[in-house]
Nanobody, 117 residues
């Protein structure tokens, strides 16, 4: 059974930083993608960033480029999202998502990030 457990959310002032973690368990094989989505109040869910296990390829949504950095620790099966220069519009529930080698998607329970102005 695949489980994704997010942590690291919280309340921060604009311009501050947070680091989100996603601890993954149960993913089999070496070919998967894992990343972050977010849902802000009253808005559709949007992709934030993802990383591919095979070659470390990373993707960032335009509004996160230069501010967010995704990384992974293979030894602990943990993915991180370092978020710097946070803005009030970054306020959202952030979800970890993994897609395994047969394209099955798994979601974490989400962690709240609130950025005050």
């Amino acid at each position: 059974e695949v489980q994704l457990v997010e942590s690291g959310g919280g309340l921060v002032q604009a311009g501050g930083s947070l680091r989100l973690s996603c601890a993954a368990s149960g993913l089999t094989g070496d070919d998967y993608a894992i990343g972050w989505f977010r849902r802000a109040p009253g808005k559709e869910r949007e992709g934030v960033s993802c990383i591919r296990s095979t070659d470390g390829y990373t993707f960032y949504a335009d509004s996160m480029k230069g501010r967010f950095t995704i990384s992974r620790d293979n030894a602990s099966n943990t993915m991180y999202l370092q978020m710097n220069n946070l803005k009030p519009e970054d306020t959202a529930v952030y979800y970890c998502k993994a897609i395994d080698n047969i394209a099955t998607a798994y979601w974490g329970q989400g962690t709240q990030v609130t950025v005050s102005s």
